[in-house]
């Protein structure tokens, strides 16, 4: 089935706004200016007592600040020193090995496919692997004598370590503030969720409720960056700090109430379903534990005590329980903040650090199926087909031809649309000014200003919007590029232009990835985790067990919801979509069934039988054709959440049979 005209244009016009969106709200200003002067000091030293060389140092110094992954000390020195080496190298191999063609070709294509690869270590090695990329493609389009290569390489592995100079010593780093300010934004996250359950609470409708998915989401992937910055800042260190521990334990806090809130939103959705009414002292407790929570945060970022709590429990039931455990979590929750600010002292059990995560073999990296070994591959093969490109037809500085698929090509196919239109609009209007610049100013004691303000911005805004920070930064290296050479505007846009088509053909032929495939797996993921997060509830786990498990949920109830958006991105048939949908909601409201069904066990053989619908439903999801029939359950044996489990499963299951139907 074709999509209409219409659906493609809804489909355009998607990705259009989803190129002009904001990704976040503040700016960096101190990391565009961090960066800009590790650019513009060599660069002007440079121009002072020409030394025309000093250019590959600035350019060291400015991918050597994009090479900064925040954090310690310690851990910004190593990834910047990581590029330093590896950038270098790069640099100087891409020289020698820019002639003849059929050394070229491999070495480019070989140089791509390790680069990329680097992607299964974690964001911080991806950078550093398009980074490096980034450099060998520069190089090998601006070709030079071997020595002079080697010379490239010392010269930009100079600028990275001046920039981990400055990152490091200019601008002092407090080792917990990044974990401040992550789990800050936890209970932000927290307090506004709980807030918009209050406001579910009185509004009709089940759709109130289905959007609370996006705020649930956000709150995990808020966890996530907590609990990586807290890693972060606690790996390597001999010992432990008092306010350490309780950054931590504020940390964990978190991550329980995030179940909590689910358990008291899933049995507040139930009253709502069935005509209860919901007591007026919880909603009104509601309203207070969303502003205690909001305190905290203010608490934790701001360096100051948390104010002192009244939260008494509002109403009995099911209910009451729920919510008593939630107001528990944010006491203990202020009494950590406090204590932070005291010097970490109090009566606080210690919890031990988040696990490091475990990066993925070698074997299942180079797997036939892996995702990462057919995106890598994907790079390598548009990169060298864009520099065979415009080599024959001799593009001048074909280079920013391969820079351009570098950075557009993404994994996903609607992500790299949305990046190919963010460079594509970006450097168009980055060319229209660096033209204007070039027309004006000719002299660097007038352009340095101004490229050091442009720098300056286009990393400010970098997070914010990839468009704003191509078209800031156009102009500085087209004009570093060749000063005064308006032609080159031209040039750029031409360049840009081929890379991104390139990218984009790439994308949608080399094994493209089509979300409406992947959904299936990605459901039986979240159900798999439901099932086991069921055992570990009703089987007695120890906490930490429970904990484990119930981010397992959230991480996988993430990873479909995210897939979720992109499929939609995609304009496929509303027939299959609705499914799928269905998939995702039931699969992640479970969870919040689960946490609520700790509170009241059912009997040892109905358990059991929750267990396997879960398990029958997580094989069937991954599995093609129609779905078995769920195993009878006597409802009224089980408790309010056990029944509402059941009801969801069944739901699921329908939502299984009319996926396989379309199928």
Same mark, same amino acid.
């Given at each position: 089935?074709?999509?209409?005209?219409?659906?493609?244009?809804?489909?355009?016009?998607?990705?259009?706004?989803?190129?002009?969106?904001?990704? &976040?709200?503040?700016?960096?200003?101190?990391?565009?200016?961090?960066?800009? &002067?590790? $650019?513009?000091?060599?660069?002007?030293?440079?121009?002072?007592? =020409?030394?025309?060389? $000093?250019?590959?140092?600035?350019?060291?110094?400015?991918?050597?600040?994009?090479?900064?992954?925040?954090?310690?000390?310690?851990?910004?020195?190593?990834? $910047?020193?990581?590029?330093?080496?590896?950038?270098? !190298?790069?640099?100087?191999?891409?020289? #020698?090995?820019?002639?003849?063609?059929?050394?070229?070709?491999?070495?480019?294509?070989?140089?791509?496919?390790?680069?990329?690869?680097?992607?299964?270590?974690?964001?911080?090695?991806?950078?550093?692997?398009?980074?490096?990329?980034?450099?060998?493609?520069?190089?090998?389009?601006?070709?030079?004598?071997?020595?002079?290569?080697?010379?490239?390489?010392?010269?930009?592995?100079?600028?990275?370590?001046?920039?981990?100079?400055?990152?490091?010593?200019?601008?002092?780093?407090?080792?917990?503030?990044?974990?401040?300010?992550?789990?800050?934004?936890?209970?932000?996250?927290?307090?506004?969720?709980?807030?918009?359950?209050?406001? /579910?609470? %009185?509004?009709?409708?089940?759709?109130?409720?289905?959007?609370?998915?996006?705020?649930?989401?956000?709150?995990?992937?808020?966890?996530?960056?907590?609990?990586?910055?807290?890693?972060?800042?606690?790996?390597?260190?001999?010992?432990?700090?008092?306010?350490?521990?309780?950054?931590?334990?504020?940390?964990?806090?978190?991550?329980?109430? @995030?179940?909590?809130?689910?358990?008291?939103?899933?049995?507040?959705?139930?009253?709502? %379903?069935?005509?209860?009414? #919901?007591?007026?002292?919880?909603?009104?407790?509601?309203?207070?534990?969303?502003?205690?929570?909001?305190?905290?945060?203010?608490?934790?970022?701001?360096?100051?005590?948390?104010?002192?709590?009244?939260?008494?429990?509002?109403?009995?039931?099911?209910?009451?329980?729920?919510?008593?455990?939630?107001?528990?979590?944010?006491?203990?929750?202020?009494?950590?903040? &406090?204590?932070?600010?005291?010097?970490?002292?109090?009566?606080?059990?210690?919890?031990?650090?988040?696990?490091?995560?475990?990066?993925?073999?070698?074997?299942?990296?180079?797997?036939?199926?892996?995702?990462?070994?057919?995106?890598?591959?994907?790079?390598?093969?548009?990169?060298?087909?864009?520099?065979?490109?415009?080599?024959?037809?001799? +593009?001048?500085?074909?280079?920013?031809?391969?820079?351009?698929?570098?950075?557009?090509?993404?994994?996903?196919? #609607?992500?790299?649309?949305?990046?190919?239109?963010?460079?594509?609009?970006?450097?168009?209007?980055?060319?229209?000014?660096?033209?204007?610049?070039?027309?004006?100013?000719?002299?660097? #004691?007038? +352009?340095?200003?101004?490229?050091?303000?442009?720098?300056?911005?286009?990393?400010? *805004?970098?997070?914010? =919007?990839?468009?704003?920070?191509?078209?800031?930064?156009?102009?500085?290296?087209?004009?570093?590029?060749?000063?005064?050479?308006?032609?080159?505007?031209?040039?750029?846009?031409?360049?840009?232009?081929?890379?991104?088509?390139?990218?984009?053909?790439?994308? @949608?032929?080399?094994?493209?990835?089509?979300?409406?495939?992947?959904?299936?797996?990605?459901?039986?993921?979240?159900?798999?985790?439901?099932?086991?997060?069921?055992?570990?509830?009703?089987?007695?786990?120890?906490?930490?067990?429970?904990?484990?498990?119930?981010?397992?949920?959230?991480?996988?109830?993430? =990873?479909?919801?995210?897939?979720?958006?992109?499929?939609?991105?995609?304009?496929?048939?509303?027939?299959?979509?609705?499914?799928?949908?269905?998939?995702?909601?039931?699969?992640?409201?479970?969870?919040?069934?689960? &946490?609520?069904?700790?509170?009241?066990?059912?009997?040892?053989?109905?358990?059991?039988?929750?267990?396997?619908?879960?398990?029958?439903?997580?094989?069937?999801?991954?599995?093609?054709?129609?779905?078995?029939?769920?195993?009878? *359950?006597?409802?009224?044996?089980?408790?309010?959440?056990?029944?509402?489990?059941?009801?969801?499963?069944?739901?699921?299951?329908?939502? !299984?049979?009319?996926? /396989?139907?379309?199928?």
């Amino acid at each position: 089935m074709r999509p209409s005209f219409s659906a493609v244009g809804e489909q355009v016009a998607g990705h259009v706004r989803g190129s002009l969106a904001l990704e &976040t709200a503040q700016p960096q200003w101190i990391s565009g200016l961090r960066t800009a &002067t590790a $650019m513009m000091v060599p660069l002007a030293f440079g121009w002072a007592t =020409n030394r025309p060389q $000093m250019l590959w140092v600035g350019l060291g110094g400015w991918l050597g600040m994009l090479a900064d992954p925040g954090g310690p000390y310690h851990v910004r020195a190593l990834a $910047m020193a990581e590029f330093a080496a590896i950038g270098g !190298l790069a640099t100087a191999l891409g020289g #020698v090995l820019a002639a003849p063609p059929w050394i070229a070709a491999p070495a480019l294509f070989a140089c791509a496919l390790a680069c990329s690869l680097m992607r299964v270590r974690g964001d911080t090695a991806a950078t550093i692997g398009a980074l490096a990329l980034t450099m060998f493609c520069i190089t090998q389009g601006y070709p030079s004598p071997h020595g002079a290569s080697v010379v490239r390489g010392l010269l930009l592995s100079g600028g990275s370590l001046f920039a981990l100079v400055i990152s490091v010593a200019v601008w002092p780093f407090r080792p917990y503030r990044p974990v401040r300010r992550a789990l800050a934004a936890v209970w932000i996250d927290l307090s506004r969720l709980l807030a918009a359950v209050r406001v /579910a609470a %009185e509004a009709p409708g089940a759709q109130v409720w289905d959007d609370l998915a996006a705020r649930r989401r956000k709150c995990r992937e808020d966890l996530e960056q907590a609990r990586h910055a807290l890693a972060i800042a606690r790996f390597g260190l001999q010992g432990e700090t008092a306010r350490g521990l309780q950054l931590l334990v504020l940390y964990e806090i978190a991550e329980l109430s @995030l179940g909590d809130v689910a358990a008291v939103s899933e049995a507040l959705r139930a009253a709502a %379903e069935e005509g209860k009414q #919901v007591p007026e002292g919880v909603l009104a407790l509601l309203d207070r534990v969303s502003a205690a929570q909001l305190a905290i945060a203010d608490s934790v970022e701001g360096e100051r005590s948390a104010p002192q709590l009244d939260l008494r429990a509002g109403g009995g039931g099911e209910i009451g329980v729920l919510l008593e455990r939630v107001v528990a979590a944010t006491v203990q929750a202020a009494e950590a903040a &406090t204590a932070l600010e005291r010097g970490g002292e109090a009566r606080q059990k210690p919890g031990a650090p988040p696990p490091r995560d475990q990066w993925p073999s070698l074997r299942d990296v180079l797997a036939p199926g892996s995702v990462e070994l057919r995106h890598a591959l994907r790079v390598a093969i548009v990169t060298t087909a864009a520099s065979l490109l415009a080599a024959a037809v001799h +593009l001048q500085r074909s280079y920013w031809v391969t820079v351009t698929v570098i950075i557009v090509l993404q994994p996903h196919a #609607v992500s790299t649309v949305r990046k190919a239109l963010q460079r594509v609009g970006g450097t168009v209007v980055g060319g229209i000014f660096a033209a204007l610049i070039a027309r004006v100013v000719h002299r660097p #004691v007038v +352009l340095a200003p101004i490229l050091f303000v442009l720098s300056w911005l286009a990393v400010a *805004v970098r997070r914010m =919007n990839y468009a704003a920070f191509a078209a800031l930064l156009t102009p500085v290296f087209v004009l570093l590029a060749e000063s005064g050479g308006p032609h080159l505007t031209r040039t750029r846009i031409v360049d840009t232009l081929v890379g991104g088509g390139l990218a984009l053909l790439g994308a @949608l032929t080399l094994w493209p990835t089509r979300e409406l495939e992947r959904m299936p797996s990605l459901i039986s993921a979240v159900l798999a985790a439901d099932r086991d997060y069921l055992a570990a509830v009703l089987r007695g786990a120890g906490q930490d067990a429970v904990v484990a498990a119930r981010r397992r949920v959230g991480l996988a109830a993430a =990873n479909a919801e995210a897939a979720l958006q992109r499929l939609l991105g995609e304009a496929p048939p509303p027939e299959r979509v609705e499914p799928v949908m269905a998939l995702v909601a039931y699969a992640r409201r479970m969870s919040g069934s689960i &946490t609520w069904l700790g509170a009241q066990r059912p009997a040892a053989e109905d358990a059991l039988l929750l267990e396997e619908m879960l398990s029958l439903l997580a094989e069937a999801a991954g599995s093609p054709g129609l779905p078995p029939p769920l195993p009878a *359950v006597d409802e009224s044996r089980l408790p309010e959440p056990g029944r509402r489990l059941a009801r969801q499963a069944r739901g699921a299951h329908s939502a !299984l049979a009319r996926l /396989a139907g379309q199928g």
